[in-house]
C-alpha cells in the first residue's frame, strides 16, 4: 500500500458505535475477550459444545509436536450430521436451509433442513456407488446450484474429503488438483448459467480427466442447462447422470463417526511459488471454529435472521460461511447462482427485499463495483431488513466502508470487516457487532479465542502507531494441519519465519493504530488478491513462459481502483518473435487468453507489456518494486542495486514509443 494511502488510513477518524438493540442482546458480549485469554483452551472446549459429538474428546488440544496441533483429540462426530441430521431430529426439518435463487429469474426454490437431508443421504450412497471409500478424494467442479452444497455433505457424511475447484478455473488447473490429491471421482454439471447464457463446464472436465493419466475413474454430472455435450461429451463406461445416480438412490444412509482428525476437505490456494498449496482442514476443529465465528461475529439468531453470503462455493468463504458455518448453526441462507447484474443491476438487492435478508457478506470490490453503478439502484429496493453487514478478502477502504454503511446499511447498520484466509478455515480478526465501535478500514483485533499480533522483522511485537507483519501466537481449531501431502512446504511457509517464537506468519503486513487496533495492508510476499482472489505472480509468470513466444516475464500486482490489485505483466519476447515485424497487440491478446487457458479467467493480466529487458539485481533477482512504479505510473524508485541501471529508462522509453 503506498504512503499517500497509509497516511490517509490514519487521518480516518469516523467512528461507529453499535446500535443500542443489537449490543443489548448480542451473542457476544465484551467480557468474553477476558474469558477467552485466561483460558484460552477451556474457552475453545466451551465453543466446541455447539457440536454434536458421538464421542467427547479426551484432551481439548494436542501440541505436543508443533506446528502440527490435533483439537479435540479423541472426540467423534460427523460433519453432515452436525450440518443436517440434528436440525430434523431437534423437529426442525421444515426449516429453510436454502433459499436458492437461480440466476435465470423464475428458477428459484426453497429447500428445507427435512429435504437436505434426503438429498445428502442419496447422494452418499450414490457415491458409495460409485466406488467412493472412507479417506478417498472427490473434485467438485460446480456451479452455484444445491446439488453442489449436497454434495460437499455427501462427501463429508462418508468422510471423503473434497476438494472443490472453482468453475471458473481451467482445465490445466482443474487437472492439476485432480492429479495432485488423486481424486478419483469428480463431481460437475453439464454447464451453469452466466449472464443468461448457458457457459458450459464438462468439457473442461473432460480436458482435464484426459491429462490426468488414469486418476479419474467416474464422473458424476448434474444436468444443470441442458445444453448439448457433443457426440465426444460423453463416455459411457465413466460418465454417470446425477438424476440417474442419485434420484433413485436410498434416503437412507446410516452414518458413521469419524475422528475429530479426519480429513474433512482441501482447498488449493495460490502460494509464492508457481505450483498451488493443498489446504488440508479436518473435521472437529474446523467446524468448531466455522461454526463458532458465524454465530458470534455475524450475531446469528438462527430463529428470525435470513443469511447471505455472496461468495462462490469455489472459494474458502463459500466453504465456512455458505456451507459449514451457517448450517452447523441451523441458519436459513440465500444462495444465488448468477452474477450481480443480470439480468439487471439491482438483482441482488431485489434479493435482498425478497427474501428479507438480515445478515449480508460481501466483498469490498462487490461494493466499489456498486458504487459506480450509483446509489439510485439500491435506492430503488427496500433494503430495511438488513442488520448486519460483513466484507471480507482484501482491505476495505474508508470510502467502501461508509458506502456500504450509508447505502446499503442506511446509516444505522454495522459493518463488520472480517480478516482471514483459506489457511485460518475461519475468521481471526473482526470487530463484534455488539461490542465493537467500527472504524472505517479496520478489522480491529483478533476475536475472543484467537491471538494476534504485528511484529517487527525480528519477531518483537511493534509498539502502537508502527507497522510490521501480521502473525497469529496461538494455535486455533480451524487451523490448517499442513498442505496436502508437503509437511515441509507447510512448516517452510507458514512457520519458518518466526521459528523461535513459534509463530503463524500470516504473509499479510499490517499496521496498529494509537489504540492498538490492527489495520492489514495487504500481502508482503509474491501473492497478489485481485478482486478478493488470491493469484501467484509465479505461477502466472510461468504461465505466460509456457507460450513459445515467450522469453521471459515478470509479474506484479498494480493497485487498482476497483480490482483492489491488477495483474500486470512485463514479457521479454524471444529473438525469432521480435525479428519477424508481428503486431504486439496480436501478441498481447494471445498471451492474455493462454493465460486464461492455463490458469482461468481470472488471472488474465489487465495490462501485459512487451520490453527488451528486466530490471535485475546483480545476483539476478528480478526488481519488482520497480516494474511495480512503472505499472502504477509512478517516478520509478531507487534503481542503484540494479545490475543494468540503464534497465529501467530502456523499458520506460519503449512503453512509451509503443502507447
Ligand atoms: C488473504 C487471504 C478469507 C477469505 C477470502 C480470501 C486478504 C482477506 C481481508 C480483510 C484485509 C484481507 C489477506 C489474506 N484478506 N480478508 N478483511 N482485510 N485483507 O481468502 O484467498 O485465502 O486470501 O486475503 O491478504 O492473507 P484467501
Given at each position: 500500500m503506498s504512503e499517500e494511502t497509509l497516511s490517509n488510513l490514519s487521518r480516518e477518524e469516523r467512528r461507529f458505535a453499535p446500535p443500542e438493540a443489537l449490543a443489548a442482546e448480542a451473542n457476544v458480549t465484551a467480557d468474553w475477550y477476558d474469558k477467552a485469554a485466561e483460558d484460552r483452551v477451556a474457552f475453545w472446549a466451551e465453543q466446541a459444545g455447539r457440536l454434536h459429538w458421538d464421542q467427547p474428546w479426551d484432551r481439548v488440544l494436542d501440541w505436543d509436536d508443533p506446528p502440527f496441533a490435533k483439537w479435540f483429540v479423541g472426540g467423534k462426530l460427523n460433519a453432515s450430521v452436525n450440518c443436517v441430521d440434528r436440525h430434523v431430529d431437534a423437529g426442525r426439518g421444515d426449516k429453510v436451509a436454502f433459499h436458492w435463487v437461480g440466476e435465470p429469474e423464475d428458477d428459484a426454490r426453497s429447500i428445507t433442513y427435512a429435504e437436505l437431508k434426503d438429498e445428502v443421504c442419496k447422494a452418499a450412497n450414490a457415491l458409495t456407488e460409485l466406488g467412493v471409500r472412507t479417506g478417498d478424494r472427490v473434485a467438485i467442479y460446480m456451479p452455484m446450484i444445491p446439488e453442489t452444497v449436497v454434495t460437499m455433505l455427501a462427501c463429508a457424511r462418508l468422510g471423503a474429503p473434497h476438494t472443490v475447484v472453482f468453475g471458473g478455473f481451467s482445465a490445466d488447473a482443474l487437472a492439476s488438483r485432480i492429479v495432485d490429491c488423486e481424486a478419483h471421482v469428480v463431481v460437475t454439471a453439464d454447464g451453469g448459467y452466466r449472464r443468461g447464457a448457458p457457459s458450459a463446464l464438462k468439457p473442461a472436465v473432460d480436458e482435464a480427466v484426459a491429462k490426468s493419466g488414469d486418476v479419474v475413474r467416474k464422473v458424476l454430472v448434474v444436468r444443470r442447462t441442458g445444453q448439448d455435450l457433443g457426440d465426444a461429451g460423453w463416455d459411457d463406461t465413466r460418465d454417470v447422470w446425477w438424476h440417474d445416480a442419485v434420484d433413485s438412490a436410498s434416503a437412507e444412509h446410516t452414518p458413521e463417526s469419524f475422528d475429530s482428525e479426519h480429513p474433512l476437505y482441501v482447498m488449493y490456494t495460490s502460494g509464492t511459488t508457481g505450483k498451488p498449496k493443498g489446504i488440508l482442514h479436518t473435521t472437529g476443529g474446523y467446524l468448531v471454529g466455522s461454526a463458532y465465528t458465524h454465530w458470534g461475529i455475524f450475531d446469528l439468531k438462527p430463529e428470525t435472521d435470513v443469511y447471505w453470503c455472496t461468495a462462490d462455493i469455489g472459494w474458502v468463504t463459500g466453504h465456512s460461511y455458505m456451507v459449514y458455518g451457517p448450517l452447523a448453526n441451523g441458519t436459513t441462507s440465500v444462495m444465488y447462482e448468477g452474477t450481480p447484474d443480470s439480468p439487471h443491476k439491482g438483482r441482488w438487492w431485489e434479493i435482498i427485499e425478497k427474501y428479507g435478508v438480515t445478515l449480508f457478506y460481501t466483498a469490498p470490490t462487490a461494493i466499489r463495483t456498486f458504487m459506480k453503478w450509483g446509489s439510485d439502484i439500491p435506492a430503488k429496493f427496500d433494503l430495511s431488513s438488513l442488520r448486519l453487514l460483513g466484507s471480507v478478502g482484501e482491505p476495505i477502504n474508508p470510502e467502501a466502508y461508509i458506502w456500504y454503511r450509508e447505502t446499503i446499511g442506511a446509516g444505522q447498520t454495522p459493518v463488520v470487516d472480517t480478516w482471514w484466509q483459506t489457511e485460518t478455515g475461519a475468521i481471526m480478526i473482526s470487530p463484534l457487532p455488539g461490542v465493537t465501535h467500527g472504524k472505517p478500514g479496520s478489522a480491529m483485533k483478533a476475536i475472543p479465542g484467537v491471538a494476534a499480533d504485528v511484529v517487527d522483522d525480528e519477531g518483537k511485537p511493534v509498539p502502537n502507531g508502527s507497522g510490521g507483519f501480521l502473525v497469529l501466537?496461538?494455535?486455533?481449531?480451524?487451523?490448517?494441519?499442513?498442505?496436502?501431502?508437503?509437511?515441509?512446504?507447510?512448516?517452510?511457509?507458514?512457520?519458518?519465519?518466526?521459528?523461535?517464537?513459534?509463530?503463524?506468519?500470516?504473509?499479510?503486513?499490517?499496521?496498529?493504530?494509537?489504540?492498538?487496533?490492527?489495520?492489514?495492508?495487504?500481502?508482503?510476499?509474491?501473492?497478489?488478491?485481485?478482486?478478493?482472489?488470491?493469484?501467484?505472480?509465479?505461477?502466472?509468470?510461468?504461465?505466460?513462459?509456457?507460450?513459445?513466444?515467450?522469453?521471459?516475464?515478470?509479474?506484479?500486482?498494480?493497485?487498482?481502483?476497483?480490482?483492489?490489485?491488477?495483474?500486470?505483466?512485463?514479457?521479454?519476447?524471444?529473438?525469432?518473435?521480435?525479428?519477424?515485424?508481428?503486431?504486439?497487440?496480436?501478441?498481447?491478446?494471445?498471451?492474455?487468453?493462454?493465460?486464461?487457458?492455463?490458469?482461468?479467467?481470472?488471472?488474465?493480466?489487465?495490462?501485459?507489456?512487451?520490453?527488451?529487458?528486466?530490471?535485475?539485481?546483480?545476483?539476478?533477482?528480478?526488481?519488482?518494486?520497480?516494474?511495480?512504479?512503472?505499472?502504477?505510473?509512478?517516478?520509478?524508485?531507487?534503481?542503484?542495486?540494479?545490475?543494468?541501471?540503464?534497465?529501467?529508462?530502456?523499458?520506460?522509453?519503449?512503453?512509451?514509443?509503443?502507447?
Open positions: 501466537t496461538e494455535p486455533w481449531p480451524s487451523m490448517l494441519r499442513t498442505l496436502w501431502g508437503d509437511d515441509e512446504r507447510f512448516k517452510d511457509t507458514y512457520w519458518s519465519r518466526f521459528r523461535s517464537q513459534g509463530y503463524y506468519f500470516a504473509g499479510d503486513g499490517a499496521k496498529k493504530d494509537d489504540d492498538g487496533d490492527i489495520w492489514l495492508l495487504g500481502r508482503v510476499d509474491d501473492v497478489m488478491n485481485v478482486s478478493g482472489h488470491r493469484l501467484s505472480t509465479t505461477e502466472i509468470e510461468s504461465a505466460l513462459v509456457s507460450h513459445p513466444k515467450v522469453a521471459e516475464a515478470a509479474v506484479v500486482g498494480a493497485a487498482d481502483e476497483m480490482t483492489g490489485q491488477a495483474v500486470c505483466a512485463f514479457v521479454i519476447l524471444r529473438d525469432e518473435v521480435v525479428g519477424d515485424g508481428g503486431d504486439n497487440a496480436d501478441i498481447v491478446a494471445e498471451l492474455r487468453t493462454h493465460v486464461a487457458k492455463e490458469i482461468g479467467a481470472i488471472a488474465k493480466p489487465r495490462q501485459i507489456m512487451i520490453v527488451p529487458e528486466l530490471p535485475k539485481t546483480r545476483s539476478g533477482k528480478i526488481m519488482r518494486r520497480l516494474l511495480k512504479d512503472v505499472a502504477e505510473d509512478r517516478q520509478v524508485g531507487d534503481v542503484t542495486t540494479l545490475a543494468d541501471s540503464t534497465v529501467m529508462d530502456l523499458i520506460s522509453s519503449n512503453l512509451q514509443g509503443g502507447k
